[in-house]
């Protein structure tokens, strides 16, 4: 099994990880991590309140004090599915915007072939919330207009945040951007959620209000095993330390307690917790020490076949 460099901040210091290569499996469903675009924004905004020496020493920024994100969705395949946790950047953006996020290549399709699979073959698409850096994969640009990936696919939103994004408050209005969600809007097979719910056998959907309105946690669970997508509560696993929020964040007191209690019951049963935007970790397990809680075994769970 490879060693892993420790997470370099000084609130995570001495953890030990080790990265596991291989599919991971829970209850009726193989669980993949697609890798599908680099973008890049502001380092400050990312992790609000923390100084720069501490932050940088995670994610390097560049000159433009910018710091590099990945879209990772997570693919959950079983029982006649195969269900997408949110659809990244795409290229469905101008070439000012696309410098501005320093987007690289959309590679979804490509990803989707390591597995057999084609966007035809998507049956579900769960998004945690409308945010642009999580709903504008769905569609792409055909004579000017946005035209959904997966025209035949359910897709699943809380109703609150759909409203949200629809009349987005000020504060978030460049994250909620009106073309993305009116096209989502135009869908056919929306399936608008109120709360908690299990959507099918062993996939739970949890709501967290901090980041924005709505969102959605995925957590794929049986009797032995649970993980847990966090979505933009924990972004990145250097988010774990609770006072490690972002300026986008609309409640960061409330974002402070939902991490509390999900990181309790993620040392409690040991959940493995999985990071949509870090590129430097997939997922993690985490454990207390004199510090508080904190990463302890990094997991990788990209398919057996596929490239490091």
Known sequence: MKKEKALSSPLS?????????????????TLSSLVVQEFYLDGGAMF??????????????????????????????????????????????????????????FTLSIELQRFGLQMHDITDVIYTHLHYDHLAGAFELQDGHL????????????EENYRYASHPHPKEKAGYLGGFVEAFGRQKNLNLLNGDTELFKGIRLSISNGHTKGQQLVTVFDDHL?????????????????????????????????????LELAVKESWILFFGHDPNHEAATVRRDEKGIVADRYIAFRHADSPS
């Not at 020496?53 to 195969?82: C, F, Q, Y």
């Not at 035209?147 to 809380?158: I, T």
Request: negative net charge.
């Open 13 to 29: 210091k001495g953890v030990e990880s080790r990265l596991d290569s291989r599919p991971l499996v829970i209850g009726d469903y």
């Open 48 to 105: 609000g309140v923390v100084p720069k020496t501490l932050w940088e020493k995670v994610v390097p920024a560049d000159s433009m004090n910018r710091i590099k994100l990945l879209a990772r969705l997570l693919l959950i395949s079983g029982n006649g599915r195969h269900i997408l946790v949110d659809t990244g950047m795409g290229s469905a953006w101008s070439e000012k915007l696309s410098a501005i996020y320093a987007l690289s290549p």
């Open 226 to 262: 649970t993980l847990v997508h966090c979505a933009d509560l924990i972004p990145f696993a250097a988010h774990i330390p609770l006072a490690w929020v972002m300026s986008y964040d609309i409640e960061p007191l409330t974002v402070f307690d939902e991490k509390t209690d999900l």
């Open 147 to 158: 035209q959904p990936l997966f025209p035949d696919a359910m897709h699943h939103v809380q």
